[in-house]
C-alpha cells in the first residue's frame, strides 16, 4: 500500500462557533463552507490548506444534545476528537485487518467495513465518500466506549475529490500563512507507549522512527507542496500534569497540532500558538 496520507483531522466546535466562528478561528483561517451531514446530526465547516489536508469544524445541529445519542462522537468534549487517513487507492481492508491481526500490540482494535456517508453543501451540492472506523459495537458507542479517535479512521471519496475539499486558492490563503500540517501529537497511556507505536505503525503500514527521545510515524499528504516538509505523527505518553489530565478525561488520541507556516501572514507569526476549549495548535516556520 502507498504510504498513508493525512486527510483531515474534526474539531467539535459548539454550533454557535460554528454558524459566528470566534476570533482564533477567523483572525488565523480562511473558512470554507462545509454542509450538513447525510444523517442529519452535525453540520461542518473546513479549515481547508495547500497541502490537501483540513481541519474539519463539526458541530451538533443546535447543540441538541438528543442528536448526540448513539453517534460515535456522541460523548466526545469539544476540542480535537478524531482525525482520517487516506490513500491514492482504494482501501484494501483485508491487508489492514491482517496487519493489526499481527503486529497491534494486543489492543483489540479491528475495523468496520467501509460504509458510504455523506453531506449536502450550501449550494445542493451532494458529497459522498466510504468511511472505515475502528469496530464499535453498538452498546460501545451508548456506554461511551467507543475507540474512535483512539485510532484513525479511513475515509476515500466517492464523488470528486474536490466536491469535498475545495482547493480554490482563496479558501487555502490564510491570514496566519499556514500551508500545510506539520506535525501532531497523540497521547497515549503511559507503560504502554511499544503497544501503540505497533499499532499505529500497523494500521498506517509505515515504520516507526526513534529519534531524540521522541518516537514518530511519517505520512504524505494529498497534495505535494514543493519545500513543505512531510508531517509526522508523535506517539508519546504524559509528562505534563495537565497532559494526564487530559488523557484521563478524553482517553487516548491527539492532544495538539503543530501547521506549518509559509512565507507569507503575520497573525500566526505572532502568536506561538492556539489553546481554546480543547484545541492546542502551534505555528511552526
Known amino acids: 500500500m502507498p ?36 444523517d442529519g446530526r452535525t453540520e461542518n465547516k473546513l479549515i481547508i490548506f495547500s497541502d490537501g489536508t483540513y481541519l474539519e469544524l463539526l458541530a451538533f445541529i443546535d447543540d441538541n444534545p438528543t442528536l448526540r445519542l448513539g453517534h460515535p462522537w456522541g460523548t466526545k468534549a469539544f476540542g480535537f476528537i478524531d482525525f482520517a487517513l487516506t490513500t491514492p487507492a482504494p482501501l484494501d481492508i483485508a491487508a489492514l485487518r491482517t496487519r493489526i491481526a499481527s503486529n497491534s500490540g494486543g489492543l483489540g482494535i479491528d475495523y468496520e467495513d467501509p460504509v458510504e456517508g455523506g453531506r449536502k453543501r450550501d449550494d445542493g451540492t451532494d458529497v459522498r465518500w466510504t468511511a472505515a472506523g475502528p469496530r464499535n459495537a453498538a452498546a460501545a458507542v451508548e456506554a461511551g466506549t467507543a475507540r474512535r479517535g483512539e485510532v484513525p479512521f479511513w475515509c476515500h471519496d466517492v464523488t470528486e475529490r474536490a466536491l469535498r475539499v475545495d482547493m480554490a486558492e482563496a479558501n487555502t490563503t490564510h491570514p496566519s500563512g499556514v500551508k500545510g500540517i506539520a506535525q501532531f501529537t497523540i497521547l497515549v497511556p503511559d507503560g504502554k507507549m511499544d503497544a501503540y507505536v505497533d499499532l499505529y505503525s500497523s494500521i498506517m503500514d509505515t515504520s ?78
Do not use: C
Open 208 to 285: 516507526p522512527v526513534r529519534m531524540f527521545d521522541t518516537t514518530r510515524l511519517l505520512l504524505e499528504t494529498p497534495v505535494s507542496v514543493p519545500g513543505l516538509v512531510k508531517p509526522w505523527v508523535f506517539v508519546e505518553p504524559p509528562t505534563l500534569e495537565v497532559e494526564k489530565r487530559r488523557l484521563q478525561e478524553r482517553g487516548p488520541g491527539i492532544i495538539e497540532i503543530a501547521l506549518r507556516l509559509g512565507v507569507e501572514g503575520e497573525v500566526g507569526l505572532g502568536r506561538a500558538s492556539i489553546d481554546e476549549m480543547g484545541v492546542w495548535i502551534h505555528f511552526l516556520r
Open 3 to 38: 504510504l498513508a496520507q493525512i486527510d483531515h483531522v474534526v474539531v467539535l466546535v459548539p454550533y454557535a462557533d460554528l454558524r459566528s466562528p470566534p476570533r482564533w478561528v477567523t483572525d488565523n483561517f480562511t473558512l470554507t463552507p462545509g454542509g450538513r451531514h447525510s
